[in-house]
């Protein structure tokens, strides 16, 4: 059996972690059943691994457990290597390093404050203050000024997406015909803005809006039908 | 035979055209030789392919016209098989589309206006009032505020760094173990400034000398051996 532990809001069946949706759509991805258990910021003691683990994703994979997006995307691809690959070979996987590098250092950090005001609420009340805090610190930045200042973001989130528009001019996946890992971690990010339900990261003329809506309908439209926080 | 025409300042051993770089590293990783012949902009009719060809690099593969950097790294790459590969295969290929795409649309603008001030007195006389008025108007900036302004950009030029930062702290190339395309489409960048005489582009504590020197050893020191313009 294999579980994977997702960060959960107050409804336990909200779940927005980027990374964690990256695991998610790795594990359709190679055709693996996983039963998912939310886990909240208070129950550090109760994640697998801890006090070493502190954060989700966590996998628990028939009693082995891996922590952390790309470890768990590594262990996949090396444990389940009869379902479709995550990187497409050695040098997919090589290439696509600089997609989760550029994901992790440039489209997080550009949606972080955007989303943070957001999350924010729709936490359990255990989790408040440990978020408020955190982020607050982490982003160098009050939550009322972070709330203040969302609406004159978008337009440099979007022009951060470049990239991503130059590149899926040229094919339908960052994978190529077919989506790969770095699909999934990118798209993390835009599962992220859609369950807190910042639905207008990209503009409805965005030419992401195709490859976007390829995404959604993958596996049996298993992120487009996850509950998003009501509006 | 194969010709390669290429950017020249007024020094016609000068060449620094970042495009230009990439088809040179990939010709070397073919092992294949090739003439390089020196163009300027003034000499717009006598380019292959002119008028539609406005632009270099251009390629003449034994009579064969191919212009555009990354078209001419899928032409080698198809007729000159027998080579080592430029991509590692078509999920290499695909992801390296993003690499290509982030450099395109994100590290060359952020270079150009830091550079753009320095190559201007490097090119032909003849060459200096279009490229003035071209990148003036291109850059939203007149020649003297471009080099006002060039020493306060660098903070921000070696932030944009940072995915190249984080993929090569896994592995030696953007390609992997080896270099691949996507090596030399982001070097030819670094090699832009080398070669205009803007080697400050990175701290000497910079974690990205490694790659950037390994770089410059690669083919015998092609790159490190190439004329520098005199500060």
């Known amino acids: ?12 069946d909200l779940r927005f972690s980027p990374y964690c949706w990256r695991v998610r759509m790795a594990l359709a991805h190679k055709g693996e059943e996983a039963v998912t258990i939310p886990w909240r910021f208070y129950e550090k003691a109760k994640l697998p691994g801890a006090p070493h683990n502190q954060r989700v ?8 457990i891996v922590s952390e997006s790309t470890a768990i995307a590594f262990h996949l691809e090396e444990e389940y290597g009869t379902g479709p690959s995550l990187f497409g070979g050695p040098s997919g996987e090589a290439h696509a390093r600089f997609i989760l590098g550029w994901t992790d250092s440039v489209l ?11 999350i924010l609420p729709l936490l359990h009340p255990k989790d408040r203050a440990y978020f408020k805090s955190s982020r607050e610190a982490r982003l160098n930045a009050s939550m009322t000024d972070l709330a203040d200042s969302r609406d004159g973001r978008l337009s440099s989130i979007r022009a951060t997406l470049t990239p991503l528009r130059v590149t899926l001019a040229h094919q339908p996946f960052l994978g190529g ?8 971690a990118v798209f993390g990010c835009f599962q992220w803005a859609r369950c807190v339900g910042a639905d207008n990261v990209l503009d409805t003329q965005d030419t992401l809006n195709l490859w976007h809506d390829s995404m959604l309908d993958l596996f049996d439209g298993l992120a487009r039908s996850a509950p998003v926080a009501n509006p």
Do not use: K, N, R, W
């Open 177 to 184: 015909d077919e989506p790969t890992y770095a699909d999934y």
């Open 57 to 64: 994703p966590v996998l628990v994979d028939h009693g082995e």
């Open 108 to 118: 997080v950090p550009a949606l972080a404050p955007f989303l943070v005001p957001t």
């Open 1 to 12: 059996m294999i579980e994977l532990y997702e960060l959960a809001g107050q409804d336990p």
